[in-house]
């Protein structure tokens, strides 16, 4: 809505934004990325979805009501000005922990050391591209600040990258400015965080870990390039903690996970990044937001059939209130993500199954009644009443979520088998699968090619030495 009030006030004509008590630094933080400082707000005290109707009356008649007409009848809100450095200015000379100090204090940091992004190091990153640090990849909200090889680097330096992963980091944030990924919703109140998925011979030159800990900290590519990602959400998109990003727990920032392609060439299955639309041996990136996720440490059996309703289960129970993305709010954009371990792909492979065919089993069988379906949407997603025969009806969803009226027929949970993403990553030797929720639309898969400079085996042999 303040967008639409930032459009309106710009034409001359005044607005009032109503907005919930624990949203109105987050209001006005937005306000100034949309270009104007002090868009009017109109405060609702606490949260609607925890009052009566006549507490909620008791309350726009009290407070909000007073606020809203105050801001039709005054003058309208002002241009934002700008007061933040340049992009090369130099805003802090002294020590690690002086510097350390200034960036905490003025929120350039995640709350952890970081290093300091000096002219030097910066320089050290821009050698990996063959793009002028000028280069402008997009425009990133809330803040709409421009995202570029620069400041790509500037952040590269802090998360403690080292300087040949600039390519990977240039192809993540062209990832994070398309439109279809949606980094505008990056601070949404689930507190959804991006798993970034790795592919390509760069898995191997970089030494990204590929095997048992997979998701775990401790190895540098994994762990510093999924800090730059949060890192750059915060200093460039302008996601802040108790402004912009409304994240009600939140989760941390995702190590890197890379895909065992040596395993995937063995047993004849696609990557993530030829799922995505890549050739095979492309270096890619591919991008995601989940809301959570969890372990299933053992999927038993030495069958597909035995294996299989493990994956099945867990794939509908983590994935419960974020079915409104399969119908109501976003339609067809949930994409839940499962990683199983090496073995257990192989298992699945030994049979003769196809990674498709695993796509299709768990259409099948990851389904809840349509009663279910229904009542999450109507009574816990607070969607009003819901039918999925109307949905049908009206073409709003396919056909296979009405095929009777029977309430306990089994409905899936996205619209066709390929919306289930399936990597292959962790322990080769044990027999474990992870399972992610996923947030819709806001987060879609997004995927980019990496470019690599033309003299990138020199330059990555000379780091080496």
């Known amino acids: 809505m303040l967008r639409a009030s930032a459009a309106c006030e710009a034409a001359g004509y005044p607005t009032s934004s109503l907005t919930c008590e624990g949203f109105f630094k987050q ?38 009501l007073d606020a809203v007409v105050g801001n039709l009848t005054s003058a309208g809100a002002s241009q934002a000005d700008s007061a933040e450095p340049g992009a090369r200015d130099v805003v802090v000379k002294g020590g690690f922990n002086a510097v350390n100090r200034f960036f905490y204090e003025r929120e350039y940091s995640d709350g952890l050391p970081i290093v300091p992004p000096t002219k030097e190091a910066i320089d050290q990153f821009l050698k990996f591209t063959d793009r002028s640090p000028d280069d402008v990849l997009g425009v990133l909200l ?18 403690g990258c080292r300087p040949e992963y600039m390519p990977l980091l240039i192809a993540l944030i062209e990832a994070m ?5 949606g980094v505008e919703h990056s601070g949404n109140t689930p507190g959804g965080d991006t798993l970034i998925i790795l592919n390509g011979p760069i898995i191997k030159d970089l030494e990204f870990n590929d095997s048992q800990g997979a998701m775990r900290d401790g190895f540098l590519p994994n762990t510093s390039v999924g800090r730059f ?22 989760n941390t920032w995702r190590v890197v996970l890379a895909e065992n392609e040596a395993v995937l060439k063995s047993i004849g299955w696609s990557t993530i990044s030829a799922d995505m639309g890549f050739k095979a041996g492309d270096n890619t990136v591919t991008i995601s937001r989940f809301t959570g996720g969890g372990t299933l440490s ?10 299989l309703p493990y994956l099945a289960d867990s794939l509908v129970r983590f994935n419960n209130w974020q079915i409104t993305f399969t119908t109501s709010h976003g339609p067809g954009t949930l994409r839940p993500l499962a990683v199983i371990t090496p073995i257990i792909a192989e ?19 990851a389904r809840i009644s349509a009663h279910d379906f229904e009542r999450q949407l109507r009574d816990w997603n607070i969607r009003g009443v819901w039918d999925l025969k109307d949905d049908v009806t009206h073409d ?29 990553g962790g322990d080769p030797l044990r027999n474990n699968a992870y399972v992610f929720a996923h947030n819709g639309f806001l987060g879609f898969p997004t995927a980019k090619k990496i470019d690599l400079p033309k003299n990138w085996a020199q330059l990555l042999a000379a780091q080496k030495r």
């Open 27 to 64: 209001a006005a933080a937005t306000s100034i990325g949309l270009g104007m400082r002090n868009i009017p707000l109109a405060l609702v005290p606490g949260h609607i979805g925890t009052k009566s109707k006549e507490d909620l009356r008791h309350d726009i008649l009290g407070v909000t």
């Open 142 to 159: 809330p803040d709409r600040r421009a995202a570029t090889i620069w400041n790509v680097a500037v952040n590269g330096v802090m998360a």
């Open 298 to 307: 053992s999927v038993t059996g030495s069958t597909p059939e035995e294996m």
């Open 347 to 365: 298992t699945i492979a030994k049979a003769g199954w196809k990674k498709s065919d695993v796509q299709k089993y768990l259409f099948e069988h």
């Open 396 to 424: 709003r969803i396919p056909k296979v979520f009405y095929e009777s009226d029977d309430p306990k027929r089994m409905v899936p949970i996205v619209w066709k088998p390929e919306d289930f993403m399936i990597a292959v």
């Open 177 to 181: 400015c398309d439109p279809k990924y």
């Open 229 to 250: 990602w949060r890192l750059y959400l915060r200093n460039v998109a302008g996601f802040l903690l108790h402004k912009t990003d409304k994240a009600t727990f939140g």
